[in-house]
């Protein structure tokens, strides 16, 4: 009997003195929870004390709590929004867009076009209004990250697209090379230029930074893809001051059994081997040579697709001195040019000439057959085929 109440005593002690320890616990667990992020910090802060008075003020922090939480934020991703970069920050910019939280730029996001190695510090400058496009729902602080770059990509494009409606020539600068051409940079898009379109050069370095004139081959904005050419540029600013009979200097590029091919100002012209000499030529390597500079003179060309018509021919001062003498005929070329459009104009004026005397012959034969004194030239023949007949 002793033993059992001593048992029942001991536990009912026991239990009292844990009894403390877990209510302080409770009441510990439901003021952290009732605590707010700004009480916490503040509870935390070790630092010099500011007395406030909130005399003269006629709103509480839990009025401006409210006030924020009733403000309306309607930010969605691709929204574009007006922004001021306010600082620099963890290699990007941080943004006021009018947010709960400052907006942040990354620098890949600051520029269509970033130079190797450039700096947020180099792309966009601080207290500078700018848009920027939304490209993030807010992470867990209530921040947003936004792009510049986005927005300078499709301006880009909307440009290029109206730039190859209207297909004129346009200048934009070499910014690297490769193997099968180089990169061009046309409104911050790289646009890829392939070597057999670059007229008079090769795709080295030394052409990194220079400007050339182009225009498009293939715009495709789907696939992210721009070609451009640099000779097609050139040939339709070089074919506008071209004229038939003109004397243009060219370079021997390739023979071929029917004739040359040469290099004008970047445009490929045809010599035939029947525009080359008055003469007939047995053996053409035995009269022009790849690389060799000569001079032609226009007998045709076609604007749209760069091709023009060449020939020596035209200037030989007499006919075969392309095979005895070809350099004579280029050095006296402009003066045998000169000679030989006073020969065709005299030809011209006698087949005009010509014509118009045909054209009086047959009137004045108009003229008598229609006069009112001759006779019916066919009467005769009438007569004779009625006594036949009879």
């Known amino acids: 009997m002793k033993l059992t109440f001593a048992l029942t005593l001991s536990m009912a002690m026991g239990a009292s003195a844990f009894a403390p320890s877990m209510t302080t616990k409770t009441s510990t667990s439901l003021n952290a929870e009732v605590l707010t992020r700004f009480d916490r910090l503040k509870k935390n802060y070790k630092g010099p004390r500011m007395e406030t008075s909130a005399e003269g003020i006629d709103f509480s922090y839990e009025d401006?709590?409210?006030?924020?939480?009733?403000?309306?934020?309607?930010?969605?991703?691709?929204?574009?929004?007006?922004?001021?970069?306010?600082?620099?920050?963890?290699?990007?910019?941080?943004?006021?867009?009018?947010?709960?939280?400052?907006?942040?730029?990354?620098?890949?996001?600051?520029?269509l076009f970033l130079q190797q190695g450039a700096s947020i510090e180099n792309t966009v400058e601080l207290d500078q209004e700018m848009d920027f496009q939304i490209i993030s729902e807010e992470d867990e602080n209530g921040q947003l990250l936004v792009s510049v770059r986005r927005i300078q990509y499709r301006q880009a494009w909307e440009k290029v697209l109206a730039m190859q409606v209207e297909d004129e020539v346009f200048e934009a600068e070499v910014v690297a090379v490769n193997r099968g051409g180089a990169i061009c940079l046309v409104d911050g898009l790289r646009a890829f230029l392939p070597g057999s379109h670059l007229t008079g050069q090769l795709p080295t370095e030394d052409l990194i930074g220079q400007k050339l004139s182009l225009k498009f081959l293939e715009v495709n904005q789907d696939d992210n893809k721009l070609v451009v050419s640099n000779r097609r540029a050139v040939v339709e600013q070089q074919m506008s001051d071209l004229s038939r009979?003109?004397?243009?200097?060219?370079?021997?590029?390739?023979?071929?059994?029917?004739?040359?091919?040469?290099?004008?100002?970047?445009?490929?012209?045809?010599?035939?081997?029947?525009?080359?000499?008055y003469d007939r030529i047995e053996d053409l390597e035995k009269v022009l040579q790849p690389g060799q500079q000569v001079k032609c003179m226009i007998i045709d060309h076609d604007k749209v697709n760069g091709r023009i018509a060449l020939s020596t021919k035209?200037?030989?001062?007499?006919?075969?001195?392309?095979?005895?003498?070809?350099?004579?005929?280029?050095?006296?070329?402009?003066?045998?040019?000169?000679?030989?459009?006073?020969?065709?104009?005299?030809e011209r004026k006698a087949r005009e000439e010509a014509a118009k005397d045909i054209v009086m012959g047959l009137g004045d034969s108009l003229d008598d057959l229609t006069s009112g004194d001759s006779e019916d030239p066919l009467a005769d023949v009438s007569d004779n085929l009625d006594s036949l007949l009879s």
């Open 314 to 346: 035209t200037l030989e001062p007499e006919p075969g001195d392309m095979l005895r003498d070809s350099a004579k005929v280029f050095e006296l070329a402009e003066e045998t040019a000169k000679k030989y459009h006073e020969r065709m104009e005299a």
């Open 64 to 111: 401006f709590e409210k006030a924020v939480a009733e403000t309306s934020y309607s930010f969605n991703r691709n929204d574009i929004v007006k922004g001021n970069v306010v600082q620099y920050d963890n290699g990007g910019a941080i943004v006021d867009i009018g947010a709960k939280a400052s907006a942040f730029l990354p620098v890949q996001e600051s520029s």
């Open 245 to 277: 009979g003109d004397i243009v200097p060219g370079v021997i590029k390739a023979l071929k059994p029917y004739g040359a091919f040469v290099d004008v100002g970047g445009m490929s012209g045809l010599l035939h081997i029947s525009q080359i000499s």
